[in-house]
């Protein structure tokens, strides 16, 4: 497919450059950039569904962590030594 738009000139230029210090075509320059931008509009792998699963586990989370580190502030330094 064709189609034109508006690229800034200095953007252009830029593209230009890159494109050619790397030994590619403008165009192949701005299709690895499209595609690349695009990429994290596909939907993420099913593996990190389960991420956040257990957000709601938040608030005990942060309790259990301040009994903890009270706990653990209370141990006598000296029995460690």
């Known amino acids: 497919m064709t189609a034109t738009i508006e690229i800034p000139q200095d953007l252009f230029l830029k593209a230009q450059s890159q494109a050619a210090s790397e030994g590619i075509s403008t165009e192949a320059l701005l299709m690895e950039a499209l595609e690349a931008r695009l990429k994290p509009l596909q ?16 608030e005990d989370n942060e309790r259990l962590k301040l009994i903890i580190d009270d706990e653990f502030g209370a141990i006598d330094d000296e029995l460690w030594r």
């Not at 939907?43 to 938040?58: I, N, Q, T, V």
């Open 43 to 58: 939907p993420p792998p099913e593996w990190r569904a389960a991420f956040g699963a257990l957000s709601h586990l938040k």
